[in-house]
Structures are given as C-alpha cells and as structure tokens.
DNA sequence: CTGAAAGCGCTTACAG
DNA sequence: CTGAAAGCGCTTACAG
C-alpha cells in the first residue's frame, strides 16, 4: 500500500502558525488579505514565517465561507480542433497569473454539457466558461439559474444574455465567398463540419448570403457530421462527385479543408488550386505548413484569449459590465490552395 | 453590472433539506454516502427529494471534514503534441465517470512544474498527475512531502518512487534502429526533440544503443530544442547539409518527422523514401494522412489512458498497490516514408 | 490595530 | 436506525 489519503502528514493551519508566532488567528488572517486592516509589520512578520513554514491558507476553508473559490469551471467537448489546446492552456496560464485555478470537464455523449455544468455547480465555482460546444444552452441557463455567471468562448447564447467573445465567422464567410468570386468562380461549394456548431452555422450563412447577394447561387453542400478529417474527405467525395462540380471549395474548418485537398488531388486526381480552390478556417499550425499551404480565415487567437481571460476575471470579481456578445474579425490568408478557374 | 458572486442566490445547505424532510442533518448527510448506516426507506425518500430540490452536497465543506477533495490535480506543459489533448479529455472523462474532477495546472517559464504542483496541494487535491513534463522531479518531491500520491503520464520519475505509466519509449528506438538497419541503411541520423524530456532521452537512447549493438555507429545528431514543426526543420537542415548525409532519419516525435520530410523534398530536392527515409514516434492523426503516409510507431494511447486513469483513481482511494513503472511496447506501422536506400 | 466568537456546510463518533 | 454535538480550517463583523 502507498500513502494513502489518510496516513498523509496534515498541513499546517492556521492556528498552528498562530499559536507559532503567538498571535490570534484573527490576525494571521488579516495577513493574507490585501485589503484587510492590519498592522504593516506584523503582515510582514506573519507573511514570512508563513512561507518558511509552507503555510498557505485552505482555499477550501475559505471558499466555504467568502462564498468565492477563486476556481473558474472550464467545459470542453468536441476538441478535434488543434487551436483548442492551445485556448485552453493559455487561458488557464492567464488565469493562474491571478490567482484563479481551472476545474476542467468534458462535455460528451455520456455526460452532456448541462450534466457537466452541474458538477461545476456544485463546486461553486465563481463563473463557467464554455469552449465551444454546440448551441444546446440548457448548461447556460443552469448557470443563470443558480446565479454563476457563464461566458462562451468561440460560441454564443441564442439568447443573448451571456457574455461571448469570438471570432466574427460569418464575416469570414463573406469574405471567403468574395475572395472566391472575385477570383472569377462561379460554382461554389461549401463542405459543412459539426452542423448544430456555431462556428459551422454562421461560417455558412455568412457564406452563402454573400454568395447570393452578389449573384451566385449555385452553391453546393455536403452534409456535416464533425470537423474531422474523415469527415473533410465525405464532403470532398459528395461535391467533386456532382456532375456540376464547384470549382472552389469553402471547408468550415481548416482540418476539412485539407482532408478536402487531399481527396480531390489523390481519388479525383485534381489539382489544386488549377482544378479545385479550397479555402479552410482557423489558420491552425498545419494550414501553413509548405506542404499543406492553405489559403484560410485566420482567426485572432491570441487576442480572443486575452479578451476571454479579462472578461472571465471581471465576471468572477464581479465586475463584468452588462452581457455583449465580442465579435472579432479574421484575417484573409491567401497561400496557395486559391486561385482563378480553369476556362 | 452583472451578476456578483454576492447577489447570486445561495444553494440549499443539507440544513434546508432535512428541514423540508422533517429530519436532522445527520440522517440527510448519511443517505449520500453508499456505507453508511440508514434505513433504504428513509434513504430514499431524501434522494428523491434531493433531488426535486436540485439539492447537491457542496463538495467544499465535505472535503473540508473528509480531508478528501475527490479532485485530481493534473500539471500539463509543453503540449505542442496534439495527442496531450487528447489524453487530457478522455483520461477526464474517465475520472468524471467515477465522480473524481479534475484541476488543471499549467507548468511552463513563469510557472514552474514545482509552484504549480503547490497550487495543486493547497487545493487539497487526492493526487497529481502529470502530463508528460521535462525530468525535473522537484514537483514530485513536493507532492510526496505532503502525502499527496503522483503519477506521471508518458515519463517517469528519475527516483522511481512514483507511479508511472507510459510507452516503452527505449524499446519504441531499438526497434526503428532495427527497421532502418534491416532496410539496408548505415548512415542514421536521429533529430532531437525536447533534449530533457524523458520521451526524447529515451527513444534517443534505444536507437544510439541498438545501432550499436549492431555495429552501426556513424549515426549524425541535431541538436534538440522542442518538439515543434519549426524545431523538426532546423534538425533536418542541421542533418542533411552534412557531406555524410544520412540515409536515414529517426525523429523523436511526429511533428518534427513532417517537418523533415518536408525540409528534405523542399529545401533539399531530396526524394521521401527514395533519397532519404523518415521515421516519426506517436502516430498522431495527421501521420497517417495520405498526405503525410509517415512511418512511425505507434503509441497504445488508449491502453495508456485506461491505465492511467484505473491508477489514478486507485491511488486517490488509497488501494493502490507499490510504486511501479509500467511501460507499454509501442508498435511500429510502416507507411511511405521508408524504404531501403539507393545505391 | 488586534482578539474572541460566531458561523460557512458538511461528516462522524457517541449516545440512545 | 436516528439525533445532538463537536469539529474541519478558515473569515469577518463586533468589541475593545
């Protein structure tokens, strides 16, 4: 048997650093709040033999009582995207920075997002931000419900009573849908990822009504299941197969786009971008690769999650403004899966 | 102003309900606990109760008293490889399944592996896993001065006090060292990753040590930074612009093998197997897209997982068994990246 | 500026 | 089988 729960040495509390420094335990606890009242020297008296003995305040203890647990709930589901990762632990490393902590649960068949939020609950956590999942919003209106206040990140409430930053998708579906045209396209095609999916649903409306607006209508869709690879590749099979075949392909997703390249070149013996322009989304690490070189929508990464960090702190301190729903423009980046029509 | 954590409404207390139930707290609290002592009948009637109520034990105050958080602490840090992602979400959804929650912490420059390990103490989690890290074990010897078990994901404690659980990494070289050798190569080269993480030390020794034993010593080294795409292009350059240019290149991860075959046919006109074959470690998905089609060895990723996670939950109830390092043999899956060399 | 006391929401011997 | 009481490690009015 190794250690077990309960043969561990207990921690110091602070009542044994009290009687250690022959202080109450009023002050001691004075010590390790910034805005408490409390003589400078004996804070500093307190704070050093403190970190000589390893003393550090019960974050459960004090949960229980300040109504606050300084741990922010994160829920995740579908992380088939590669910059999720990268979301999450920047995220978390901000967070971290200032005190917060993250309690991590996934979303899934088995357990669903309302069911995750629910175990976030009832650990009090101060607020939940939500990684992109689909649009159910039965966890956010728990949330509402018992007052934690929710943010949604890459995603947004139908409703509109949560805060959310992301990236303004539908605006990068017009600019793709320009980019395309103006290149002289005149059949489009558009290869759908998880279909219930925010980022999905406005990629495409953002798509097809700018398509429509300037004209062209014959715009072909796969059916969406995910934003995997295999799935890329069904899309691919679906539109190129069409006796009408598009001459450029909008993926929804930067992982379709280049399962979609690598179909139309090795089962239809296309080339790309002279046959068939394929355009992703996201700009994930692999888009600019040589080898891959995808023309995508690169999305601000960086500044969505510098965006989500201080939203989520004002939100956990209390001191968020009203909700408003952050839409940040992508960026066009044209490489070399793009370019004009054959004819 | 949104909602503060002060005018959120409060959650029911076990108070509140053994009131609505005209029962004392003692009773209530015994019927959430699978041993204890209590009429089925009466259990009953408070759960379904509870349950109307949407009344949850606060975890806080229950964790206060049992000295048990039921919350596993996981530290993460360089996470560039896209399998950590996935590791990280399923081994959650395991531990959720079993009602554990899992905290996450992120080691990297401005948050050591050891400070982090600390935040992860004051929380009281019931044990720490970590995500492939580098070897430094400060964090670990932290967690056993507490009493607070460790388990180490895809490395292994220099000590070997702890528990472990990873791909036999050493064996994963020996057996790429055979392949290329067999193949008919003599001039090897290896491209290093992340010089002190445990996967590259490893996977380097098994290779140098089987090509050895086999008589081959003429094996070129790059020197190793991390495991990024931009890493695996500097080691290739590194390797092939040597007059003795290997025919052949072991890469300490995949990532850094797409990168040298990408270096190799772009930059260096050479021909991916013919001129110089390639061999990655992992097998992460993009590996074997028809794109890529890279040789690798595959790592057993859900065997891994499932171990990891029946540990991880042994260790925090306190039945598991002595330290051990349990290592799994990987399994190497020829694509199109290899293959004999010219002569 | 400091201390004694009450209380956060639970669990668990101890009686009955 | 159930209840009254003590206690987990903190914080925070309330006095002084």
């Not at 001459?247 to 068939?276: H, M, S, W, Y």
Request: proline share 5%; net charge neutral.
């Amino acid at each position: 048997m190794s250690d077990s729960p309960n043969d561990a040495p207990q921690p110091m509390t602070i009542i044994e650093l009290a009687k250690e420094l022959g202080m109450s335990r009023s002050t001691v606890s004075r010590a390790f709040h910034e805005h408490a009242v409390i003589n400078r020297e004996t804070r500093e008296k307190i704070l050093k033999r403190a970190n000589e003995l390893g003393f550090q305040p019960n974050p459960l203890a004090r949960g229980l009582i300040t109504k606050s647990t300084r741990i922010v709930g994160l829920v995740v589901s579908d992380i088939t995207n590669p910059f999720y990762p990268e979301v999450m632990t920047k995220l978390t490393e901000r967070l971290q920075a200032e005190g917060f902590h993250v309690m991590l649960v996934v979303a899934n068949a088995t357990r669903s997002e309302e069911e995750a939020v629910r175990v976030l609950l009832s650990y009090r956590t101060d607020i939940v931000v939500m990684l992109a999942t689909t649009l159910s919003s039965a966890g956010a209106a728990a949330c509402r419900a018992a007052g934690t206040p929710v943010l949604f990140f890459n995603r947004y409430s139908t409703e509109g009573q949560s805060h959310a930053v992301t990236c303004d998708n539908e605006l990068g579906g017009r600019v793709v849908a320009d980019c395309l045209i103006d290149l002289g396209h005149r059949r489009l095609g558009f290869i759908a990822g998880k279909p219930d999916a925010s980022t999905n649903v406005d990629r495409r409306n953002g798509f097809l009504t700018r398509c429509r607006e300037r004209g062209i209508d014959v715009v072909a869709e796969s059916n969406g299941v995910t934003f995997s690879y295999e799935a890329g590749g069904i899309g691919a099979r679906q539109l190129l197969s069409r006796p009408d075949r598009p001459t450029a392909l909008f993926c929804a997703n930067d992982i379709l786009a280049v399962a979609a390249v690598d179909v139309a070149q090795r089962e239809f013996g296309l080339k790309v971008p002279d046959d068939v322009s394929v355009v992703g989304f996201d700009d994930i690490g692999i888009a600019s690769w040589p080898s891959h070189a995808l023309t995508t929508v690169r999305q601000p990464i960086p500044t969505m999650i510098d965006l989500t960090a201080d939203l989520t702190l004002a939100l956990a301190r209390g001191t968020a403004r009203e909700p408003a729903i952050i839409r940040l423009p992508g960026t066009l980046i044209e490489r070399s899966t793009t370019k004009g029509p054959r004819s």
